[in-house]
């Protein structure tokens, strides 16, 4: 009895110095006892731990027992009974035959029910025969544990920030972490540069970590891998594929001064571009409609500004900017054109003076364009407007004595808008002919938060539209559905709103059923209908939210 008793203090301070972490998540309270009555169990609990630990509610985890027997049993079970609902056992372990004086281990499933939570456990040896098989021995042992079920890595993604095609954008990856794992988040892309970070990222707990990218299409794909460790030291990864939306770069701006030239007369004017993202590069400016010493005019970009001077007599009116800009965002290069038309008049005997603004329009959008004529007495002129439909009928007729300034609304629909006006003075006519550019550039813009929602159930996001234009709407109705091919996500939505300030936001909140085989961007389409001081508008989009497959999930070890 003496050496059986020795053996196992041997067996317990062996196993104590060697035992890992995992040992402390599984806690002893009665480990039974050996060395007595071989009619009875006689055997000893020496160490329980996780062997391998539930992922999720519901999923099965494995309970590893190391037991010390002094007598020899045949035919043993070995059954889980927890005693609280967190855990759920599970197949009972079956060993077949136990020798006298041996240590052995059982592994027993359990089922875990909810994570993060401590259970006790009953674990019941019951013995059906002893050493001989003649006899039905009937015998059972009871070891109690307190198991404490741990909680397993999780992660989710998502990204935050503007990002323009061919250009480093930078953006913010949200790592949302709930039991504060530690762990590597790394990210790559095939269809776009990622130029930080380069290197994996250690954090513990939620994250915000800064990306720079140069998405290479309209949506990028980026692939966000994280590195962790579960309670037992086991390596878990997980990939998450978020979409990188990108827009094109706002184009150039380019200005000239003075406002007004004078025909057949030589003008010094100073030429102004202006590129985005403060970049260095160059602008090659043409000039139709006029004469010039030297086309085209070259105009050096420092910190997204450049300026030339140049003189040119005017031929006709107006006369024509074009400028084809180059520039450099982090090495990488962008190019854009735009233009300007100045109008052109007859110096000092001019009997009248024309000027519209703006000199650049949006297409599909309501635009206030103003006109303002100056001209010596009193004065009536027409004017007709082609290339867009207007607030007021054709032609438009102004009256005034010096000066009158007359506004109206203009909705383009194609690349360029004209301008026809005829002023009649007491001295004579005078005509004019304005030709305004239209760039596509949006008023109203719709942008989903948050951008990427997970497949498979209910999903809320919130859609923040915006005014970006310089006009007051009044009031207006948002009305919103999913695309062709995406309507059993959800029906059509509308929304009633007022005074929406330029630069302002309200906020609309839509709710969509993302099927759970969905994945990839879900477009959703949107139409504006709006009413401005000087008339009504509608406008229409298209925004994307991104359906998220769970994440894939390799275990190591």
């Not at 759970?516 to 477009?523: D, E, L, M, S």
Request: glycine residues 8%; proline residues 9%; contains cysteine.
């Amino acid at each position: 009895m003496t050496a059986k008793y020795s053996t196992l203090l041997i067996l317990l301070a062996a196993l104590s110095l060697a035992a890992p972490p995992a040992q402390h998540l599984v806690q002893i309270g009665a480990a039974g006892s050996s060395g007595g009555d071989c009619s009875t169990v006689q055997m000893t609990l020496l160490d329980a731990r996780w062997s391998s630990l539930p992922q999720y509610n519901g999923s099965l985890g494995a309970l590893a027992l190391t037991f010390y027997s002094s007598c020899t049993y045949n035919a043993v079970t070995f059954t889980a009974v927890p005693q609280c609902p967190y855990l759920s056992p599970g197949q009972p372990a079956f060993v077949q035959h136990i020798s006298a004086g041996s240590t052995f281990s059982v592994t027993l499933p359990v089922y875990a029910e909810s994570l993060n939570a401590t259970c006790p456990v009953e674990v019941v040896a019951s013995a059906e025969y002893g050493a001989d098989f003649s006899t039905v021995l009937g015998a059972t042992g009871a070891y109690f544990l307190t198991v404490f079920v741990p909680p397993y890595p999780y992660f989710s993604v998502s990204l935050k920030g503007a990002a323009y095609l061919g250009a480093p954008s930078r953006l913010t990856l949200e790592v949302r972490n709930p039991y504060s794992f530690p762990a590597e988040v790394s990210v790559s892309s095939q269809s776009a540069a990622v130029l930080s970070p380069t290197s994996p990222v250690a954090i513990r707990g939620d994250a915000s970590i800064p990306l720079v990218v140069v998405p290479f299409s309209s949506q990028s794909p980026i692939v966000v891998t994280i590195a962790s460790q579960d309670y037992l030291g086991n390596p878990v990864s997980y990939t998450h594929t978020l979409y990188v939306s990108a827009a094109q770069p706002p184009p150039p701006k380019v200005s000239v001064s003075p406002g007004v030239l004078y025909l057949d007369t030589a003008n010094e004017v100073n030429i102004t571009v202006e590129v985005p993202f403060g970049a260095n590069g160059s602008a090659a400016v043409s000039i139709s409609g006029a004469s010039v010493s030297t086309s085209p005019v070259v105009v050096p970009i420092v910190d997204g500004r450049g300026t030339a001077v140049v003189s040119i007599t005017p031929l006709q009116s107006p006369v024509v900017f074009q400028v084809s800009a180059s520039y450099s965002v982090g090495g990488y290069q962008q190019s854009a054109q735009a233009s300007t038309a100045v109008e052109a008049i007859q110096p000092l005997a001019a009997l009248a003076s024309l000027a519209v603004s703006p000199q650049m329009l949006i297409a599909n959008s309501a635009n206030n364009l103003t006109v303002a004529i100056s001209a010596p007495g009193s004065f009536n002129a027409s004017i007709t407007i082609s290339g867009a439909s207007t607030s007021a009928p054709m032609p438009a007729y102004i009256s005034g004595r010096g000066s009158a300034v007359y506004s109206l609304v203009v909705y383009p629909y194609s690349q360029q808008v004209s301008l026809s006006a005829t002023i009649k003075t007491d001295r004579g006519v005078q005509q004019y002919t304005v030709s305004l550019p239209v760039t596509t550039s949006n008023i109203l813009l719709a942008v989903p938060s948050p951008s990427s929602v997970a497949a498979g159930g209910n999903r809320t996001v919130t859609v923040e539209l915006i005014n970006q234009g310089s006009t007051l709407i009044e009031k207006g109705v948002v009305v919103i559905t999913p695309a062709a091919g995406y309507s059993a996500l959800m029906g059509t939505v509308a929304y009633n709103f007022s005074s929406l300030a330029p630069l302002g936001v309200i906020e609309l909140p839509i709710s969509f059923i993302v099927p759970a085989g969905q994945a990839g961007p879900i477009p959703f389409q949107y139409t504006v209908y709006y009413v401005t001081p000087l008339g009504s508008g509608q406008e229409q989009g298209t925004f994307y939210v991104q359906a998220l497959q769970s994440p894939s999930l390799s275990v190591t070890s």
